[in-house]
């Protein structure tokens, strides 16, 4: 009898059985939200109301004049703000699953190997248009129009799904490679707050010193923000879409091969 135990033999899975797994996966991540109604509560009602409460109804009258004003110019920055918190927590999530021995386990089970990674990445992007659709929606309630015509609407959303999943990339690779749950933390931070309140998602860049104007004009942010209030509040679209989903496919392009390759080296 041999001393040395013998690997465990991996027979390959077909497509339909690797797609089963990732949905498994993802299933299996949303369930962590059913398990905790409080943090649904506070994810999808308490946090998109404070933020419109707190934003348009506090500063919308000293910036624009009135709030009702200022909720319409806010609000697709806010949902692009949202989309940005969202997504940027995901690293964080994966990481305590690999701290916590999780992935481990899977590891062990006849399961596609890519299934954890892909499904943990499905599992955030349904949480990530649910929390769009809750702000949309709240702000809808608190007064904002919605001026174009609901195919363009739905390509707002769109727009910030693609941009969302190239952000998602960055974010499961910074959890792949940080030690602790508190170093995504810390570092998903110091992304944001240049990439959102550096950004005319809150106030126009005119008002901006050069140098800080400068850097929002080029901020994908901005080009978000500007893409999202043209397709949902009418005017010019110009070329915040095609700046938006290069912003897209470039994130993707870059940060999905090295968080795949972190991926297979971690797992």
Known sequence: MSAIAEAPVRH?????????????LAWRNLTHLRSNPVEIIGFAVVQPVMVIVLLVYVFGGAISGDSHTYLQYALPGLIAQSAVL???????????????????????LPIARSAPLVGHL?????????????LLTCGVLQGFEIRTDPLRTLGALALAGAFGMGLAWMSMLIGLL?????????????????????SNVFVKT???PGWLAAWADVNPISHEASAMRALMSGGRVGNSVYWTLGWALGLTLVFAPLAIRAYRRRI
Do not use: E, W
Not at 86 to 108: C, E, H, K, M, P
Not at 124 to 133: E, S
């Open 122 to 134: 499905l599992g955030d992007l349904v949480r990530f248009f649910g929390g769009l659709v809750m």
């Open 206 to 208: 005119d008002t901006m």
């Open 178 to 198: 940080a030690k602790s749950a508190t170093t995504v933390h810390l570092f998903s931070s110091v992304l944001l707050f240049p990439l959102t309140f550096g």
């Open 86 to 108: 969202t997504v940027l927590s995901s690293g964080a999530g994966l990481n305590q699953d690999i701290t916590n021995g999780v992935f481990d386990r899977l590891r062990s």
């Open 12 to 24: 390959p899975l077909g497509p339909a059985a690797v797609v089963r797994n990732c949905l498994t």
